[in-house]
């Protein structure tokens, strides 16, 4: 049986900018209706900080696969991304980065106009509630909390004096006016909890009559009649098929792995891709699907000279006495975002950081490489600006079948150049004074000082492990490959948007949580003066 209903606005996509833009416009009279392919987010594994690597294989996170990539030697990488109310925002690190105000003036200049530092900003400030920062680069009354960790591990302590002692400096602020340096990040949680874009911005309008939220509804393809989107068909989790339109707009915010996807089974796309689907053709829009970026990090792993790692301390007593304290006090271990600490380093002396840092208090491996149970720490250097692209390319007309996904991961040698230099200077301060009081020997890519520059490649190239920031897949400009113009409209079809980190030009210089929030707050302002 099909049931359809009427909306001011479709939303689809409940992750950080669906929750955003439901908040924007209900908040401006709207009705809206918020669809969502996942479950709800109220499970407490993705409310203390420190446990959302729990869900991540779980029902609440996809795990996108690549085929091999031909510059990790053939490797398949795999890329989590939330599935539930918050999207990533409820399965991410929390760790709070705008990027570089060089960045966005980029993205002017590349045909984005509007989106200059000095127009983002305004952007970043109202969505942002500082606990500790101000004037002139923070906000202090916007719906989403940034705060200070309350946890300090003695390992993110450890790495931040090492690495001032090999000559980087301490930054209080990685997003006031310089990025460089080293220190702790400042995190979007609530009083020792997540803070998500659904606990947030979301729960802020979720008693308002206005707005309907449906979970497990995976949306199928938007309907379009003569150039204008009218509404989507979704697929509610009881198998019955549903019809929404939208009055206004239909906006896709369903993330830069499904959104394009979703474009392309719905006939808007590059035409010979849409006729091989078999889906008529709306509009040849060849970029849809093109232009993936995404952040890679190489780890070096340090053994622990003592047990004091997060190693062994989710189980038995030590795991019920660290939940009994945050739920009674909201302190502790369980406090932590995990990444706690990291940096930013320009590598090149270009004036601009290519290098990110996050670092982690236990030995992190990946989906497919377990580490050994051992107490230690991860240094993993990250590069900001790829140079490498990959592309995604709906297999079927069915928008709930995997896409054929290439992230075009290390294709350039620059890429690899920028890993092989991080990994050199987190060995660097592995072995800096503080670093060694606590780790005993590198355990990889291994204990002896020197390593030739094509064996550090060849590790790069085995190891490098997605930071799983996707984006680029539907990008904003003016130029042919452009999927929406810089009001986040698609070219070519009426009523019809995209905001989500599928915009991004180019990626930002570092975690891409708040740009992503910051472009659906500037999403709504265009919709609203629409
Ligand atoms: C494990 C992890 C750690 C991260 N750590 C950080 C960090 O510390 N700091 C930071 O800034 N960034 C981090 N990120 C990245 C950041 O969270 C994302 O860039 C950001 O959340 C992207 O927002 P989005 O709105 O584009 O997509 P998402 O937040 O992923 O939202 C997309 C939503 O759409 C839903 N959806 C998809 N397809 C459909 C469909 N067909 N129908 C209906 N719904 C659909 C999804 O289930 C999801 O809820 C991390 C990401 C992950 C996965």
Not at 28 to 44: M, Q, S, W
Not at 57 to 86: I, L
Not at 351 to 362: A, E, K, S, T
Not at 379 to 388: A, E, G, H, T
Request: charged share 20%; net charge neutral; with cysteine.
């Amino acid at each position: 049986m099909t049931e359809q209903q009427r909306y001011d606005y479709v939303v689809a996509g409940a992750g950080s900018a669906g929750c955003v833009m439901a908040n924007r416009l209900v908040r401006a009279g709207h009705r809206v209706l918020l669809l969502e392919a996942g479950p709800h987010d109220r499970l407490k594994f993705v409310h203390i900080p420190a446990t959302f690597v729990r869900v991540i294989g779980t029902e609440r996170s996809w795990v996108y696969e690549t085929e091999p990539q031909a510059g990790a030697n053939g490797r398949k990488m795999f890329v989590p991304q939330g599935r539930m109310t918050g999207g990533s925002s409820s399965i991410n690190a929390m760790v709070y980065i705008r990027g570089a105000a060089a960045d966005y003036d980029e993205w002017a200049a590349a045909g984005c106009t509007g989106w200059g530092w000095s127009q983002v900003l305004p952007a970043f400030k109202r969505a942002e509630s500082n606990t500790r920062l101000s004037a002139p680069f923070h906000g202090i009354d916007g719906p989403l909390r940034v705060s200070d960790t309350r946890h300090r591990h003695p390992l993110s302590l450890a790495f931040l004096k090492g690495a001032q002692e090999v000559g980087l400096k301490y930054n209080e602020d990685f997003n006031g006016a310089s990025q460089e340096g080293v220190g702790f990040y400042q995190t979007t949680t609530i009083d020792g909890r997540r803070g998500s874009t659904a606990a947030t911005y979301l729960a802020a309008v979720g008693g308002d009559s206005r707005l309907r939220v449906v979970n497990g509804a995976h949306v199928l393809r938007v309907l379009i009649k003569d150039g204008v989107a009218t509404g989507v068909d979704y697929r509610l989790s009881n198998g019955q098929i549903a019809t929404a339109i939208a009055e206004r707009e239909v906006v896709l915010t369903a993330g830069a792995l499904s959104t394009p996807k979703l474009l392309q089974v719905s006939g808007v796309g590059p035409a010979a891709l849409l006729q091989k689907l078999g889906v008529p053709v709306h509009k040849d829009l060849p970029g849809v699907g093109e232009n993936y970026q995404d952040h890679l990090e190489i780890i070096a792993h340090g053994k622990c000279r003592e047990p004091i790692s997060l190693f062994g301390q989710d189980k038995g007593l030590t795991a019920l006495r660290h939940g009994i304290q945050w739920q009674l006090f909201k302190t502790g271990l369980l406090t932590s975002n995990v990444v706690e600490c990291g940096g930013f380093v320009d590598t090149l002396g270009s004036g601009r950081p290519d290098l990110q840092f996050h670092v982690l208090p236990v030995l992190a491996g990946d989906v497919d490489r377990p580490m050994p149970e051992l107490h230690g720490i991860s240094i993993d250097p990250c590069f900001l600006r790829p140079k490498s692209r990959g592309r995604l390319m709906a297999r079927s007309a069915n928008a709930m079948d995997p896409a054929d996904f290439d992230g075009g991961y290390l294709s350039e040698q620059a890429d690899v150049d920028t890993l092989v230099r991080g990994l050199k200077l987190a060995r660097r301060i592995m072995r800096a004074p503080s670093m060694a009081k606590v780790v005993s020997q590198e355990l990889y890519p291994g204990p002896q000082d020197h390593f030739a520059d094509a064996e550090l490649e060849q590790f790069v190239r085995q190891y490098a492990k997605t930071v799983y920031h996707p984006v680029g897949t539907c990008k904003m400009g003016s130029d042919p490959m452009a999927v929406v113009d810089p009001t986040l409209r698609v070219h070519g079809i009426d009523r019809l948007r995209v905001c989500d980190a599928s915009v991004m030009p180019t990626i930002t210089s570092g975690n891409t949580n708040a740009p992503t929030i910051m472009i659906a707050e500037r999403c709504a302002d265009f919709m609203l003066a629409a």
